[in-house]
């Protein structure tokens, strides 16, 4: 069982659909990233969060550390927004910096 | 800021061959890593640095591998001999202390080694 699992592995949506994409780790944390990987290949770092819910445009972050559990939330999808996302932890078990990374949901929103 | 630029873009290269992949990070940042993405096995830790100083290597595949930051602003991951299963994008990324701050990633290097 990997440490970081996402959930759903593809995503198709209409434009204009909220999204929801879900990530369950099974070790104690320091920090989660949320991270974005377009067609083209480079990736940016949406959120990195260790409690509590974030917000940028219409990107949602939460976290339930009880739950070991993070949500990442798009509202008002657009075309646009079709990319990888990512969620990465990084373990507070061990030392160190290591990030443990999920295999990534691929979201395709169609116009 | 230019972000974090990595040089080449893409390198083709014959088996056994040296590669040297290049990264310049963020002007102020003292955290670099190196990550490697392949369909089989993702994004993975190479290895990183603080402050110049390498601090993890553990995700160094074998000793063909090797990174070195000689200052703040350049590091290098060099494969030597390559390997046809070396082939995979190359990212490097930076940061402010430590994993405390968001990442910054470069474009990535795509290598193949034919």
């Known amino acids: 069982k990997n440490e970081v699992e996402q959930s759903p592995q593809n995503l198709t949506a209409q434009e204009g659909e909220f999204i929801t994409i879900n990530c369950s780790y099974s070790?104690?944390?320091?920090?989660l990233h949320w991270l974005q990987q377009h067609p083209g290949g480079g990736i940016v770092s949406l959120f990195m969060l260790s409690s509590g819910k974030k917000k940028h445009g219409r990107l949602i972050a939460t976290i339930n550390i009880q739950e070991k559990h993070s949500s990442l939330h798009i509202t008002a999808s657009h075309p646009r927004d079709s990319a990888v996302y990512i969620c990465?932890?990084?373990?507070?078990?061990?030392?160190?910096?290591?990030?443990?990374f999920g295999e990534g949901t691929q979201l395709t929103v169609n116009p | 800021d230019a972000g974090v630029i990595q040089s080449p873009r893409h390198e083709v290269t014959e088996m056994g061959q040296e590669v040297t992949l290049r990264c310049k990070p963020i002007s102020g940042h003292n955290s670099l890593f190196w990550y490697r993405q392949t369909m089989m096995r993702g994004l993975e830790l190479l290895i990183y640095f603080n402050n110049n100083v390498p601090i993890d290597d553990s995700g160094m595949p074998e000793d063909r591998f090797s990174a070195k930051m000689p200052n703040a602003s350049f590091s290098t991951l060099k494969i030597q001999p390559s390997e046809p299963r070396d082939s995979a994008v190359y990212f490097c990324?930076?940061?402010?202390?430590?994993?405390?701050?968001?990442?910054?990633f470069g474009n990535g290097t795509r290598l193949t080694v034919t």
């Open positions: 990324a930076s940061s402010f202390k430590g994993m405390g701050s968001p990442l910054h």
């Open positions: 070790v104690g944390i320091s920090a």
């Open positions: 990465a932890v990084r373990s507070s078990e061990t030392s160190g910096s290591r990030l443990t």
